[in-house]
């Protein structure tokens, strides 16, 4: 089976700037998370989709960030305009969906796309 | 609120040494799922094992082996002599169900293993 995909892997811009991330999950996996690890931390959700439905973007920076996924299945996350403090890497993925109220579902991830403002 | 935290930030050992990293997790729900992920240089996280919060049996995969301990809310993970490759870091993470949400998934701030030749 294909794992969960990212594009691009590496991305330099200077501050101000505008970025786009996108993530291909893993085929028939309903929930899509996107998630920012800044060096040398925990990885921190920012969104979680449930096919094409936010079930939580409590932790979205939204006066930058902002997130879709059209139809249910890849995703674009987006950041405008970019800040120094932005430089991480933005990691994508992906479960199926369990039963309700299930926590049990093993999040696949990708190889996640490094970002770094200057 | 949920919270995971892993105490020690380093960890060096020269190979074929023992080693344990420690998760301590904070929940409220009675149902619930803790995870341990590496991740090796190349960035990607790698699942190594799930285990649900009724289920308390302590479980061993070839050199890797998981204690779980809900009188002390610990999870914690040894590996047992060590080689290069688990050189890593490796987080802890809890996962909660939600009716509405699906799934509260959240990871303690990681353990980064140096393993010397």
């Known amino acids: 089976e294909a794992g969960v995909a990212q594009s691009p892997r590496y991305k330099i811009i200077e501050k101000r700037q505008s970025v786009a991330f996108w993530c291909n999950p893993i085929s028939g996996h309903a929930t899509l998370y996107w998630y920012q690890q800044i060096l040398g931390q925990g990885p921190k959700l920012l969104i979680q989709f449930q096919n094409n439905g936010v079930v939580d973007d409590s932790q979205l920076p939204k006066d930058r960030f902002s997130a879709e996924r059209l139809k249910g299945v890849d995703s674009t996350l987006k950041i405008q305009p970019a800040k120094l403090e932005d430089s991480a890497v933005y990691l994508c993925?992906?479960?199926?969906?369990?039963?309700?109220?299930?926590?049990?579902?093993?999040?696949?991830f990708g190889a996640g796309s490094r970002l770094t403002v200057l | 609120a949920q919270k995971v935290t892993q105490a020690q930030t380093e960890i060096s050992v020269v190979e074929k040494e023992d080693v344990t990293l420690d998760c301590v997790y904070e929940t409220r729900d009675t149902t619930y799922y803790l995870f341990w992920y590496k991740q090796p240089p190349s960035g990607e996280l790698v699942f190594l094992i799930r285990r649900n919060s009724f289920d308390e049996q302590n479980e061993i995969s070839g050199r890797y082996s998981w204690n779980f301990q809900k009188s002390t809310s610990s999870f914690n993970f040894t590996i047992t002599a060590s080689q290069v490759v688990d050189s890593a870091v490796y987080f802890c993470?809890?996962?909660?169900?939600?009716?509405?949400?699906?799934?509260?998934?959240?990871f303690g701030p990681g353990t980064r293993l140096s393993v010397l030749p």
């Open positions: 993470a809890l996962s909660e169900g939600s009716y509405n949400y699906g799934q509260n998934f959240v």
């Open positions: 993925a992906s479960s199926p969906v369990g039963a309700g109220g299930s926590g049990a579902n093993v999040l696949t």
